[in-house]
């Protein structure tokens, strides 16, 4: 994927106009985002309509990084699901899901190669040193979870007309068959003048609580 693109599939929530639609008003044929909207909702805990989620239909790319430094791959999985944040009647950030079966190693192996690639980006960056990544969140984490699957937490950073990230969590199902992605930004979301920087698990832990949807939607889409 050029950068061009990789700059579209992060940015998703730059121009948008998409009709804030509260979750009980989404047609009746999305009964997978309804059922992942309320996964995220279960962390998130939204106050509509001061703090809720609008549907996007323009499902892109879940993003990863690619073969060379600052370039990103792009997935599609066979079932995802994309929202924007809404506070105080803005839209103020963007979560997406997805289920991976035909696409599952791959993920997988893209989940795994992000730390060293993270690593090759940062190497272009000497003035963000170890504290300042940790304060941003610029670190990654891999480790067993219930049942033995695989869970890998790290962001996404592309460098370009300034810097957009997208925090990410992967849960892959022991022997591979499955993978869950949430991939979120929540970097305006979290501004002091939102009001939500102390009251939503995504701001309070924005790592942990994408770790927590992972793992509630791949519980309820436990494949045998």
Not at 21 to 32: L, R, S
Not at 87 to 100: D, E, F, P, Y
Not at 112 to 117: I, L, Y
């Amino acid at each position: 994927m050029r950068t061009g693109l990789a700059l579209l599939a992060l940015a998703a929530l730059a121009g948008s106009a998409a009709a804030q639609m509260p979750m009980q008003q989404m047609p009746p044929d999305t009964k997978f985002v309804s059922v992942v909207a309320n996964e995220i909702n279960a962390v998130a805990g939204f106050t509509p309509p001061q703090f809720t989620l609008s549907v996007r239909n323009d499902k892109r790319q879940l993003a990863f990084y690619g073969k060379e430094v600052n370039r990103l791959d792009g997935v599609r999985c066979e079932r995802q699901a994309a929202f924007e944040f809404v506070a105080r009647a803005n839209l103020v950030g963007h979560i997406q899901v997805g289920i991976c079966a035909s696409e599952a190693k791959r993920v997988r192996t893209l989940a795994v190669m992000a730390p060293r690639s993270l690593e090759a980006l940062l190497a272009q960056l000497p003035a963000i040193d170890m504290e300042k990544r940790r304060k941003l969140g610029w670190t990654t984490t891999r480790s067993e979870g219930l049942n033995r699957t695989e869970e890998h937490a790290f962001p996404v950073v592309l460098i370009g007309h300034g810097m957009l990230v997208a925090q990410t969590a992967v849960i892959v199902s022991a022997g591979g068959r499955q993978a869950v992605v949430v991939q979120a930004d929540t970097s305006k979301l979290c501004e002091e003048g939102y009001g939500l920087k102390d009251t939503t698990a995504l701001c309070r832990d924005t790592r942990q609580a994408l770790i927590d949807i992972a793992r509630r939607v791949d519980k309820r889409f436990s494949r045998p």
